[in-house]
């Protein structure tokens, strides 16, 4: 049976007013490090733009938005679970002379994490991820993927530190029509400084392997970071972050630099 509180907050999705009771006793700080958090215990909708820089062999522009909704499920007092959905809308340069941009969606991404609904200093989450190939116009691969996932991190309210880590991994699995198959790692270690008023700075670099590739093919690891700021749309709190990356390992042909920003809208439970 679904959680009262869940449903009332999925209503703020199109009423915009669950949220405002809650988010009234919550200063920007607590918003903040609740966003930081990726198996918080709330509803919310980040829309994530990663601009990639000098990619494929014509070093053009490639744009990914992804959309990506994060509801709870409550099982019982002591446990939830957390599902994390991310859909990308991929602009593509051409890759070769005489092809033209390519628009479309690509492969889906669903994760569940099994995580305490009372944890400590010290938060856990843990899953398994699944892909489905929802692409269209060549943006994915026909392989359906499955894989565990994991998350920990440490949030102290004490403390302005927020860090952490999430792994993945997706093997391929079943018919894919010709595509290949795929083994494809995923570690994103994240540290957050929150100052007053619901400001930080944050580095969250989203490091990717191809385990089937050889040598200096299989590694994308990007350096940077930027700052985020909660800020009130109405009585809903709104999270927003901008940054950059610069990728000192990556395969041929792979973007050098990313620029990434967020906007995510946010509803307390």
Request: hydrophobic letters at 40%; proline letters at 9%.
């Amino acid at each position: 049976m679904s959680n009262p509180k869940t449903v009332v907050a999925a209503l703020a999705l199109v009423t915009g007013s669950a949220a405002a009771p809650v988010c009234a006793e919550m200063s920007a700080e607590e918003l903040a490090k609740l966003a930081q958090n990726p198996v918080g215990n709330l509803i919310s909708v980040p829309f994530q733009n990663n601009t990639n820089f000098n990619f494929g062999p014509l070093k053009g522009t490639q744009n990914i938005l992804n959309i990506q909704p994060v509801v709870p499920v409550e099982v019982d007092k002591d446990w939830n679970i957390i599902t994390r959905t991310i859909l990308p809308l991929i602009s593509q340069p051409a890759l070769s002379e005489g092809d033209n941009r390519t628009n479309g969606v690509g492969d889906l991404q669903f994760t569940a994490f099994l995580s305490p609904a009372n944890p400590g200093e010290w938060i856990w989450g843990v899953g398994p991820i699944i892909q489905a190939p929802t692409h269209n116009k060549g943006l994915g691969n026909d392989h359906w993927g499955l894989g565990p996932s994991f998350v920990v991190l440490h949030l102290d309210k004490g403390s302005p530190w927020v860090y952490g880590v999430l792994m993945n991994n997706l093997w391929s699995a079943g018919s894919g029509n010709g595509s290949p198959s795929y083994n494809n790692g995923l570690v994103q270690p994240f540290v957050n400084y929150n100052l007053p008023e619901g400001a930080y700075f944050t580095t969250a670099p989203i490091i990717t392997i191809d385990w089937k590739a050889s040598g200096s093919q299989q590694v994308t690891l990007p350096l940077g970071g930027g700052i985020g700021k909660i800020f009130h749309f109405g009585k809903l709190p709104v999270n927003t972050q901008i940054s950059a990356y610069y990728n000192v390992a990556r395969p041929d042909n792979a973007a050098n630099w990313q620029l990434r920003a967020q906007v995510q809208l946010m509803f307390p439970k």
